[in-house]
């Protein structure tokens, strides 16, 4: 580890982000794989033919290793030799983004919650004859601030995964450590 805390042993894209979530997708040598898994290694395998770096014959034989492959191992070793292609690296992508969506849909949900009832609170006391000041807006801004920043960071034209999922991370270990303190003080919430 660096001093920064960064494992030097993890390859880079050249747009800066790491390949570890890559090289993680698969969790065991063991796990048997599915047609889904065997195509996109036929797709990545044509791939690398058109850039030159298998024949027609090598081409054919890891194809019908791939087509007859039973686990995950069997589908690392027909690719040992081959560099990540950029198919693999944009269905990692594609993958990454939609499960950061997810996690920005579950904290917005949050939000919109916490949003909507300060919005019938204010209705409730009276707020839509005109002699109070719409003071939800307040909470929806604190609430909903971060989640618009980090949905543009994650979908605006430069988004950048690794900010949005440190993001995302650090608030979630703020939850965790806040949940904690409260239950060693005996609070129930």
Known sequence: MTPRGRDP????????????YIQGVSSTPQMRV?????????????????????????????????????TRADLDAIRADLPVSSTSVALALRKRKGQLRRRLAQEAGGG??????????WLLTGGQHGHADFWPAWV??????????????????????????ARLQARHERRQLRAQRHRYRGLPW
Not at 9 to 20: I, T
Not at 45 to 60: D, I
Request: proline share 2%; hydrophobic share 40%; no cysteine.
């Open 9 to 20: 042993s993890r390859r880079r894209l050249a747009g800066g982000s790491s390949l570890d």
């Open 34 to 70: 599915a047609d889904a898994d065997r195509e996109q290694l036929v797709a990545e395998l044509r791939e690398h033919a058109l850039a030159g770096r298998l024949s027609s014959e090598e081409l054919e034989e890891r194809v019908g290793k791939a087509y007859s492959a039973i």
């Open 112 to 121: 919109i919650g916490v949003s909507a009832l300060s919005v019938g609170i």
């Open 140 to 165: 929806i801004g604190v609430t909903m601030l971060p989640v618009v920043r980090d949905s543009w960071r994650l979908l605006g034209p430069g988004s950048d995964l690794e900010v949005v999922h």
